[in-house]
C-alpha cells in the first residue's frame, strides 16, 4: 500500500463519499486529559466509513466484472457501504450475505436499497462462507470487507482527511475488526506524521488484531466471544496484517460495559449517537486503556448505526440506578 493508492482512491471515490467531519470536543478532551477529536464516520453516507471501500473496489473492476454481479459478506455495515456503491456506479447485481443477529437499524437501511439481502449464519464467518460459495458458483465478484487493497486504499481516504485537517496530531485511536480502517489510515498518518502513534482497539471478546500482531501472523477466521461490536467481531486479515504489522503501534482493548459506557459519554458529551463497534476507540481512550493517546488525539468513531431498542439496553447498563449516589457516565 502506498500513499499514491490512497490518492488515487480519493479522486476515484470523491463524487460518492462524503468528506466527514473533524471536530474537537472540549467535554471529551477534559475527561480523558488529552486534546481529543473526533472524527465523525458516524455522518457519512449510510452511517458507516464503509463506502470507502466497497466504492473504490467496485469502481475499480472492469465493465465486464461489474456485468457479472458483486457479493458480500457483512454484519451489516459493508452491505450497506456495498449498496450504497452498487447504486452510485449503477451495478445491477448485489447479493449481500449478512449474518442474522445484524443490528435492526442495517436490515432496515437495507431494504432500501435494490440488492438482495440473505440473513443467515450465527457469525460473520458463516455468512462469509454462503457468500464465497455464491460468488464460486455464479460467477460474481467477491467484494471482501477488508482484506483486499482496493478496499483498504478506499478506507485510507479517511486518514487523508485525518491529517490534512489535523497536520500536528500526535496518536488517531481506530476501532479494528477485520483491518481495512485502520491499514488505510495507518498508511496515511505515517507518511505524513511518522512520530504519531496509530493505535488500534478490539473488544476483549474479540481480541484477533492484537493477538494476531503478538503472534505475528493474522488470525483468520478467529473464534470469538459474544460482543454487541458486531463489526469488530471475527478475524483479522491478511493484507491488512502485513500493512499493520509495520505501521501499527499497539492494539488495545476494551470491555463490554466500557462499550456501553462510551456509548452513553458521547450522548452526554456531544449528543452524537454511535454504535458500540464505533465507539470503541473513545471507550479505550476515556477509560484509560490506551495510555500512549496523548496530546492531540483523533478518535475515529466509525460508525453510528444503533437502533432504539439496542440504544435502550446500553443506557440501562451504563447509567448508574436513580439514587445509587455513583457519578453518572
Known amino acids: 500500500m502506498t500513499l499514491e493508492e490512497l490518492h488515487a482512491a480519493r479522486e476515484r471515490t470523491r463524487p460518492h463519499v462524503l468528506q466527514t467531519p473533524l471536530v474537537r470536543s472540549a467535554a471529551l478532551s477534559a475527561r480523558a486529559g488529552a486534546e481529543v477529536w473526533l472524527k465523525l464516520e ?3 453516507h449510510t452511517g458507516c466509513f464503509k463506502p470507502r471501500g466497497a466504492v473504490n473496489k467496485i469502481a475499480s473492476l472492469s465493465g465486464a466484472e461489474r456485468a457479472r454481479g458483486v457479493v458480500a459478506a457483512s454484519a451489516g ?3 450497506l457501504g456495498v449498496a450504497h456503491a452498487c447504486r452510485a456506479l449503477g451495478v445491477g447485481r ?3 450475505f449478512v449474518q442474522a443477529d445484524a443490528a435492526p437499524a442495517k436490515v432496515r437501511k437495507l431494504s432500501g436499497y435494490p440488492v438482495r439481502v440473505h440473513l443467515l449464519g450465527a457469525t460473520y464467518e458463516e455468512a462469509q462462507q454462503a457468500a464465497l460459495a455464491h460468488a464460486r458458483a455464479t460467477g460474481a465478484v467477491f467484494v ?3 482484506d483486499d487493497l482496493a478496499v483498504i486504499a478506499g478506507a485510507g481516504t479517511c486518514g487523508l482527511e485525518i491529517v490534512e485537517d489535523l497536520p500536528e496530531l500526535d496518536a488517531v485511536v481506530v476501532p479494528v475488526g477485520g483491518g481495512a480502517l485502520i491499514s488505510g489510515i495507518a498508511t496515511a ?3 505524513a506524521r511518522p512520530g504519531a502513534r496509530v493505535i488500534g482497539v478490539n473488544p476483549a471478546a474479540s481480541s484477533s488484531a492484537l493477538r494476531s500482531l503478538s503472534e505475528g501472523r493474522a488470525l483468520d477466521p478467529f473464534e470469538h466471544g459474544p460482543t454487541r461490536a458486531h463489526g469488530l467481531a471475527g478475524g483479522f486479515g491478511r493484507v491488512p496484517f502485513e500493512i499493520a504489522r509495520r505501521l501499527v503501534d499497539e492494539v488495545v482493548l476494551v470491555s463490554e460495559e ?3 459506557r462510551g ?3 458521547l450522548i452526554d458529551a456531544e449528543q452524537m449517537l ?3 463497534s464505533g465507539i470503541a476507540a473513545l471507550a479505550a481512550v476515556l477509560f484509560g486503556k490506551a495510555p500512549a493517546a496523548r496530546g492531540r488525539v483523533v478518535v475515529v468513531i466509525s460508525g453510528g448505526n444503533i437502533d432504539a431498542a439496542t440504544l435502550r439496553e446500553v443506557l440501562e447498563e451504563a447509567m448508574p440506578p436513580s439514587g445509587s449516589g455513583e457519578p453518572p457516565v
Open 263 to 265: 456509548i452513553a459519554a
Open 42 to 44: 458516524c455522518r457519512q
Open 274 to 276: 454511535a454504535e458500540a
Open 144 to 146: 471482501s470487507s477488508y
Open 94 to 96: 448485489a447479493d449481500l
Open 189 to 191: 498518518v505515517k507518511a
Open 77 to 79: 455495515n459493508h452491505a
Open 258 to 260: 466500557e462499550l456501553a
